[in-house]
C-alpha cells in the first residue's frame, strides 16, 4: 500500500497544523453506532475520532511505524 503523505520528520509532524481531508467508508449501522456513541459523549462523530487518533498516535512511540 503506497503512503498518502511523503515521510517528514516526526517533530515536524505532530506540530503542524495543516488539516487533510480523509474519506472514511462505513457500514451505514457503524456510522449511526459511531454517531450515537460521540453524541452521548456530548461530541460530534469528528470530534471523537479526532480524540481516539490524537489518543491512538500520543501513545505511540514518535517514530513508530516510520521505516
Do not use: C, K, N, Y
Not at 515521510?7 to 459511531?34: F, T, Y
Request: glycine content about 8%; hydrophobic content about 50%; proline content about 6%.
Amino acid at each position: 500500500m503506497q503512503p498518502l503523505f511523503d515521510g517528514i520528520s516526526s517533530d515536524v509532524a505532530r506540530i503542524d497544523q495543516e488539516v487533510v481531508e480523509l474519506p472514511l467508508l462505513l457500514p451505514r449501522w457503524q456510522a449511526m453506532e459511531l454517531e450515537a456513541a460521540a453524541s452521548r459523549r456530548g461530541m460530534t462523530t469528528g470530534q471523537m475520532l479526532r480524540r481516539f487518533i490524537g489518543e491512538l498516535l500520543a501513545a505511540q512511540p514518535a517514530s513508530a511505524g516510520r521505516a
